[in-house]
């Protein structure tokens, strides 16, 4: 139990609205997007400001207490879990743009800052910020740079990672500090580098200097209509090796076509085995001959139709179910967990084939929406949470598909991080000199282990295991 | 120390000479390993002596950084130079650290592919060497620079161990973001031996308009019109008086790079001059555009005493080119990242120009570092300048990574 005194400090740090310890509101925390494991925290404390993160910090630093930050709790890995950890730090309260420069194409924005508020407030300038994830009408840039999230249209324009400039980071001893700035090419390590990506095990960042991007002259939005996945993911190829690079390239599976369909009512093709979502954009000179190009490798993969948005209400519906597909899964099934792998993108249609395959031994409905260009897959696998057996062999059934994507020379996960969730499979891709040398860098920023425990690496044991043989030998 | 050549074999280990210094520092040994396995026993043995040793792949930028404390061993990976898996469907590449750009380049262009990270000296140039040292040129300007291509790393780091971080596929975010720890750090954390990049279609085309600038700020403002429009220029290099000197004034310009398919190209370029013509600046068409980019890429390297590297805001650029004016001074700028590079001709000049840069910087959030110099004016300045509020974490970094502190030490900031 949390000593009733430290309570009364956090208190008194962040203001008596700002500490939530009541049992019933500490519900609401025991889980994010990763609702396959729960658990509550003891105490969590909202900041209005990054120096009260760092006062709270150095407040649990005093009293070797260990934490979890916190954002919207979008996460997807169980990244906010609270594991060992007895104080959950939300940054939700951070919610300021500190600064815009139009010119300069650079925001501050404290880590409490919605994705979507971002290009909300430079829109007017045509400038967006690119990373967008599904979630981004709720998820946050503190959470964002946790996560080095994704979205559908990095597949031009990059992840969060090449898109923030500066971090400014409450360091588990309670110090801020910011890392990286406003201009580009600082000496030193690239700090930023790897705070971008650190799922919170380096410290709670506080607030980020972010780049924008100009938004292009023009788009064009297409959605190809397929008879079957396979034929859909040879488009995806063929896109690719027709040195297109569309600002993004998505797949839905009939399962989706069909929830998103019963949803939004867009008047997707409800027959079909597959669509693909393609936006081309940039100046309007040549544009048209992209489109035309991007239809001809379709139509070489055996398309049925390929429509093309006819203004930005119809580019908005069908982006709005592409955003909004997961949501629309909840007509499917009571529960559903969704995967994040990826393979090379010409293993897309293997891939596929693969995820069928394990749906079809551990008898799950696999439905399938994913950032195909970059060949990040997004398996949703529904089932019913009162139903035992159905959740081991979801689970079962979303460890083949991951290993099937080291299998496939890929990864474990693009957009969604480690967390709790593939901590186990993390030896799947890295040998354990990798993963010391990661534990090490850790600790530069997080000596104790105190920021969000219990995260990315296998357990415990590894941490033991890796205390370096050679470099004891070697003293 | 002997025993080099029990791991290299006896033609890939000699006396180091003059001509193998780094930064006036020669190296006691030159040693050439011929695998991953050889660069492992290399460390592990300097590791074991305490000898201090620096990578270098053909040698072309180890005037980069800071002069080392002690250089006991060359480690040259000129005998790591295969490309050892080009997925072209994929759109990756997998390297050996010592390959240089020109081989990577030939095997890449057979696909119509390209990594688009453009150095000066690429003959010379390795991908080691473009990632220890983080180089880049003109095309960062729409490109990105190596950390935003680089999804794969195998190091060796300060005890033999061979450490790999990302992996070959585009889109990963499974543990740290290792690679990036290496990119730009000189070799201090280990010594990179293979990297995979995410490579892109090469444009079909690529041309350049050259707008001349009766001053420096002219051309700064000219500039800024380009990024202010719906132009996507390839890249956009900004010039101070003597920047362009075969350009068509008095070298204040801007040369704007226009790639892709003929229709973006012919409607590109006549924005351009549209443009230039609003703003009464004459404009001339150059039909090599690759050329004349290899050329302005090259800046950083022609001979001076000192390169200097100036980060500011873009839009601060032009204050930079006004600012660094004068006889033996010429600048040019990677106008959208606001980048200015200044050469200096004269070797007592260098240190009082550092000085003023540096405090007319740090007023707008810039800094300047001295990127190049003869060793002779190395000494006389403080290469990095002021390195922010991370080199704390960076010592400690440094000290987790390389205990023995003999991974080219003296080289990086703070002299680690």
């Known amino acids: ?475 | 120390v002997s025993g080099w050549a029990d791991i290299v074999g006896a033609e890939g280990a000699g006396r180091g000479g003059p001509e193998d210094a780094v930064d006036g520092v020669v190296p006691a040994w030159v040693v050439r390993p011929r695998s991953v396995a050889e660069v492992q026993a290399c460390v592990a043995l300097a590791a074991r002596e305490r000898v201090a040793l620096v990578a270098s792949g053909l040698g072309a930028h180890l005037d980069v950084g800071g002069a080392p404390s002690r250089v006991d061993v060359l480690l040259r990976l000129d005998r790591l130079a295969r490309v050892l898996d080009h997925q072209a469907g994929d759109m990756t590449v997998t390297v050996e650290a010592g390959c240089p750009l020109p081989s990577l380049a030939a095997v890449l262009a057979e696909a119509g592919q390209w990594l688009p990270l453009d150095p000066p000296r690429p003959e010379t140039t390795t991908v080691g060497g473009v990632l220890a040292a983080d180089l880049s040129g003109p095309l960062r300007g729409s490109q990105g620079r190596a950390r935003d291509l680089l999804i794969g790393i195998r190091i060796v780091d300060a005890s033999g161990a061979l450490v790999a971080g990302g992996g070959r596929v585009v889109k990963n975010v499974a543990g740290y973001d290792l690679p990036k720890l290496h990119v730009g750090a000189l070799g201090t954390l280990g010594v990179i031996v293979e990297a995979t990049f995410k490579v892109r279609p090469r444009p079909e085309r690529e041309e350049a308009v050259v707008i001349a600038a009766p001053a420096a700020r002219a051309a700064a403002d000219a500039a800024r019109a380009v990024l202010d429009s719906d132009l996507e220029p390839l890249w956009l290099e900004v010039a101070g008086a003597g920047g362009i000197a075969d350009g068509p004034g008095d070298g204040a310009a801007v040369a704007v790079g226009l790639g892709g398919i003929d229709e973006e190209i012919t409607d590109a370029r006549a924005r351009v001059l549209e443009l230039a013509a609003a703003s009464g600046l004459g404009a001339v068409t150059v039909a090599d555009g690759g050329g004349l980019r290899a050329r302005l890429g090259g800046f950083a390297t022609e001979p001076a005493a000192a390169v200097l590297r100036v980060s500011v805001l873009p839009t601060d650029v032009g204050d930079v080119l006004e600012a660094a004016n004068g006889p033996g001074v010429r600048c040019l700028a990677h106008a959208a990242n606001g980048v200015v590079r200044v050469a200096v001709a004269d070797p007592t000049a260098v240190a009082p120009l550092v000085q003023d840069l540096r405090r007319r910087a740090a007023r707008r959030g810039g800094l300047v570092v001295v990127e190049r110099a003869r060793p002779e004016v190395k000494v006389a300045v403080d290469v990095w300048g002021d390195v922010g509020e991370g080199l704390g974490l960076m010592r400690r970094l440094k000290a987790a990574f390389d205990p023995g502190a003999v991974m080219a030490p003296g080289r990086f900031v703070g002299g680690l």
């Open chain 1, 1 to 475: 139990m949390m000593a009733p005194a430290l309570v009364a400090e956090l208190r008194a740090i962040v203001g008596a609205d700002g500490v939530v310890d009541r049992p019933e509101a500490l519900l609401v925390y025991e889980c994010d997007g990763y609702t396959l494991e729960r658990a509550v925290p003891e105490v969590v404390v909202l900041p209005r400001e990054p120096g009260e993160v760092a006062a709270v910090l150095r407040l649990l630093a005093a009293e070797g207490v260990a934490f979890v930050p916190r954002g919207a709790g979008t996460g997807l890995s169980g990244g906010t879990l609270p594991v060992a950890a007895p104080v959950m730090v939300c940054t939700s309260r951070l919610k300021r743009i500190e600064q815009i420069d139009v010119a300069n194409r650079r925001v501050v924005a404290q880590a409490g800052v919605v994705n979507q508020w971002v290009t909300n407030a430079v829109r007017a300038h045509r400038l967006v910020y690119a990373p967008d994830p599904s979630s981004q009408p709720a998820c946050t840039i503190g959470g964002n740079i946790a996560e080095n999230s994704g979205g559908p249209h990095t597949l031009k324009y990059g992840v969060t990672t090449n898109h923030v400039l500066g971090v400014e980071l409450a360091l588990p001893s309670g110090e801020l500090v910011l890392l990286g700035g406003a201009v580009e090419d600082r000496p030193g390590y690239d700090l930023v580098g790897v705070a971008v990506g650190a799922e919170g095990t380096f410290g709670i960042v506080t607030r980020a200097i972010l780049r924008l991007v100009r938004s292009p002259e023009a788009y064009r939005t297409l959605l190809a209509v397929f008879e079957s996945v396979d034929a859909a993911s040879e488009a995806v190829s063929g896109v690719i090796a027709a040195g297109i690079v569309p600002a993004a390239l998505e797949m839905m599976d009939a399962l989706i076509i069909q929830a998103v369909e019963a949803a939004y009512g867009v008047g997707l093709p409800t027959d079909a085995g597959a669509v693909l979502l393609v936006e081309l954009d940039g100046p309007a000179a040549g544009l048209e001959r992209q489109v035309e190009r991007v239809k001809a490798v379709c139509a070489r993969a055996g398309s049925r139709e390929v429509r093309s948005a006819r203004d930005d209400a119809e580019r908005a519906a069908l982006w709005k179910c592409r955003k909004r597909a997961f949501g629309a899964v909840g007509r499917l099934a009571p529960n559903y967990c969704t995967q994040d792998g990826v393979v090379p993108r010409t293993k897309v249609p293997d891939i596929v084939r693969r995820i069928a395959a394990a749906g079809a031994r551990h008898r799950l409905r696999i439905a399938n929406v994913f950032h195909a260009g970059d060949g990040n897959i997004h398996p949703i696998l529904l089932f019913d949470e009162r139903d035992r057996d159905e959740v081991a062999r979801v689970l079962e059934a979303g460890r083949e598909i991951l290993e099937a994507c080291v299998e496939l020379g890929g990864s474990i996960t693009g957009e969604h991080g480690i967390g709790v969730e593939k901590m186990g499979q993390m030896p799947l891709l890295f040998t354990p000199d990798d993963l010391r040398a990661m534990i090490r860098l850790r600790a530069v920023f997080d000596p104790e282990g105190r920021s969000n425990p219990h995260k990315i690496f296998p357990d415990a044991k590894v941490c033991v295991e890796t205390r370096s043989p050679r470099r004891q030998a070697a003293m």
